[in-house]
Nanobody, 123 residues
């Protein structure tokens, strides 16, 4: 079984910062891409940022220059540093990962989501 657990959400004033973390656990043998997505009320889930196992990153235009994604491969953890937050960043933030895992003598791959963490930015 593979689980992704996010932490670090909360309430912050506009202009403030938050750092999200997402730790993957289970019988993991490797993680390819990891990423963060967000879903605001009444809107579709959208990509925020992704990072490959080699460290290549991709950002939504709306967060470029304000958010930074990073990962610690030894800890199977991905981070999202969010600076200069605005009320438009208010959403539930979800972690996502492409995981290779072992199950007995077999290996498998799957795409997994965390449970989400709420980020609320007040004006």
């Amino acid at each position: 079984q593979v689980q992704l657990v996010e932490s670090g959400g909360g309430l912050v004033q506009a202009g403030g910062s938050l750092r999200l973390s997402c730790a993957a656990s289970g019988s993991i043998t490797g993680i390819a891409a990891m990423g963060w997505y967000r879903q605001a009320p009444g809107k579709q889930r959208q990509l925020v940022a992704t990072i490959t196992s080699g460290g290549s990153t991709n950002y939504a235009d709306s967060v470029k220059g304000r958010f930074t994604i990073s990962r610690d491969n030894a800890k199977n953890t991905v981070y999202l540093q969010m600076n200069s937050l605005s009320p438009e960043d208010t959403a539930v933030y979800y972690c996502n990962a492409d995981v290779t895992y072992s199950s007995g003598y077999r290996y498998g791959t799957g795409n997994y989501w965390g449970q989400g963490t709420q980020v609320t930015v007040s004006s």
